[in-house]
C-alpha cells in the first residue's frame, strides 16, 4: 500500500540546519508530485515546497525561498528537504504528502488539496 514516512526533524539552534526524509513505499516515487507541509498548533497547514513528477518543476513559499531546498533520490525512494538558516518561526510539525490519486502530472502545487497519501510527520524545533 502506498505510504510515507518522514524522520530527520528534531531540535537545532537558529541559523543552524536539518534535512528531513520522506521515504515512500507502494508507488513510483518519479511518477507523482510530492509536497512538503508544516503544521504549528492552532494554525492552519502550511505549503513549504513541492517537485513535481519526473522533477521538472520545484516551488517554494516566500518564507522559505533561499534557504530551504527540495530534492528527489528516486533509487532510495526518498525526498528530501534540506533546511538551511533555520529561524525560530520555522518551528513546526513536517509532513511530505503524495497525490496518488489526484495525479498532476509535470507540475506541483503548494495547496494541499491535491494530495490524498500523508506521512505522520516529524516535528522540528528550532530554538537557542
Known amino acids: 500500500q502506498v505510504q510515507l514516512v518522514e524522520s530527520g526533524g528534531g531540535l537545532v539552534q537558529p541559523g543552524g540546519s536539518l534535512r528531513l526524509s520522506c521515504t515512500a513505499s507502494?508507488?513510483?516515487?518519479?511518477?507523482?508530485?510530492i509536497g512538503w507541509f508544516r503544521q504549528v498548533p492552532g494554525k492552519e497547514r502550511e505549503g513549504v515546497s513541492c517537485?513535481?513528477?519526473?522533477?521538472?518543476?520545484?516551488y517554494y513559499a516566500d518564507s522559505v525561498k533561499g534557504r530551504f531546498t527540495i530534492s528527489r533520490d528516486n533509487a532510495k525512494k526518498t525526498v528530501y528537504l534540506q533546511m538551511d538558516s533555520l529561524k525560530p518561526e520555522d518551528t513546526a510539525v513536517y509532513y511530505c504528502?503524495?497525490?496518488?490519486?489526484?495525479?498532476?502530472?509535470?507540475?506541483?502545487?503548494?495547496?494541499?488539496?491535491?494530495?490524498?497519501?500523508w506521512g505522520q510527520g516529524t516535528q522540528v524545533t528550532v530554538s537557542s
Open positions: 517537485i513535481s513528477s519526473s522533477d521538472r518543476i520545484t
Open positions: 507502494g508507488f513510483i516515487l518519479d511518477d507523482y508530485a
Open positions: 504528502a503524495t497525490d496518488y490519486v489526484y495525479r498532476v502530472v509535470g507540475d506541483c502545487f503548494l495547496g494541499d488539496y491535491v494530495y490524498d497519501y
